[in-house]
């Protein structure tokens, strides 16, 4: 059984330091997290607290993860994802734009494509009914 | 991205033919430091770029295990990495002084998500432990470099 991780409640370190920019925008009422860079051990916390941030009351019906601008993904960053699925519930849809070898292959490897929603742009994650 | 060559960086080992061997902190800054010096020097052998990523990816999650599980709580230890081109095959061994074990492959997929990638990433993957520590060794089969 693997350890806890140790290191749950690290503080998110800025953009910059870690590798990785999450931007988050309104989409009519859906919210968007344009990231940027490369999601790994060091970096995924960054992600974990936008989702936080995003899925604070009221939750939005829709919440996109774009991850067009990221060129590399670890399992820390997959991982980020699933959490994202799980902490959307019911009450918000969870969608992710992934495209080419870094993202959407590397999810498709460990079969994460079956389980989360996987869209090939942000226009259709956006456009697919609720 | 990878047959785009970058220039060479100062740490980065005359290419092609040499080894990558380094030596560092297993903290999450320091995995991903490493990563961006074999990205270069898997980049230099001029492989695919599938091949490419797949030695960053799975050398990756290798070292990022030893960063969450080798040594206790509130102690730092040391992570290596070797990388070597041998005659056909690229060989890279990522060795730590601690004790993970390697967790059983199970449902859940929150937690097991590296192991898997570095299986399937890779022609083979061998996981040793010892008293002295673990090592993770990963082999691609690639057409011999010119």
């Known amino acids: 059984m693997p350890a806890p ?14 590798g990785v920019t999450v931007r988050p925008e309104r989409r009519g009422d859906a919210v968007v997290l344009r990231v940027t860079g490369e999601l790994d051990l060091m970096s995924s916390p960054v992600l974990d607290g936008h989702v936080a941030t995003a899925l604070e009351e009221p939750p939005p019906p ?8 990221v060129s590399f993904l670890a399992s820390s960053g997959m991982a980020s994802l699933v ?31 079956q389980q ?15 | 991205m990878c047959p785009d060559r970058r220039p060479p960086d ?7 033919g040499g080894a990558l061997h380094r030596r560092k902190a297993a ?42 599980h080798a040594y206790p709580e509130g102690t730092t230890g040391m992570v290596e990495l070797h990388a070597s081109p041998l005659r056909e095959r690229v060989a890279v061994t990522v060795r730590d002084h601690g004790r993970w074990r390697a967790p059983p492959a199970g449902p859940e997929v929150r937690s097991g998500l590296g192991l898997p990638l570095i299986r399937a990433l890779s022609d083979r993957a061998e996981f040793r432990s010892a008293e002295a520590g673990t090592t993770v060794t990963l082999i691609w089969e690639v057409a011999a470099p010119q």
């Open chain 1, 116 to 130: 989360l929603p996987v869209h090939a742009s942000l226009e259709e994650a956006l456009a697919e009914g609720r």
């Open chain 2, 27 to 68: 903290l999450p800054r320091q995995a991903s430091e490493l990563r961006t010096e074999l990205r270069a020097w898997a980049r230099g052998l001029g492989l695919t770029e599938q091949i490419c990523h797949a030695i960053v990816l799975a050398t990756y999650e290798a070292v990022a295990n030893v960063v969450r």
């Open chain 1, 5 to 18: 991780d140790p290191y749950p409640n690290t503080p998110s370190p800025s953009p910059g330091e870690s």
């Open chain 2, 10 to 16: 100062a740490r980065t080992p005359e290419l092609p």
């Open chain 1, 83 to 113: 959490a994202a699925q799980q902490a959307a519930g019911e009450s918000t849809t969870l969608r992710v734009v992934a495209t080419g070898r870094a993202t959407a292959r590397a999810l498709e490897v460990v079969g994460l494509d």
């Open chain 1, 62 to 69: 829709l919440l996109v993860i774009d991850l067009s601008g």
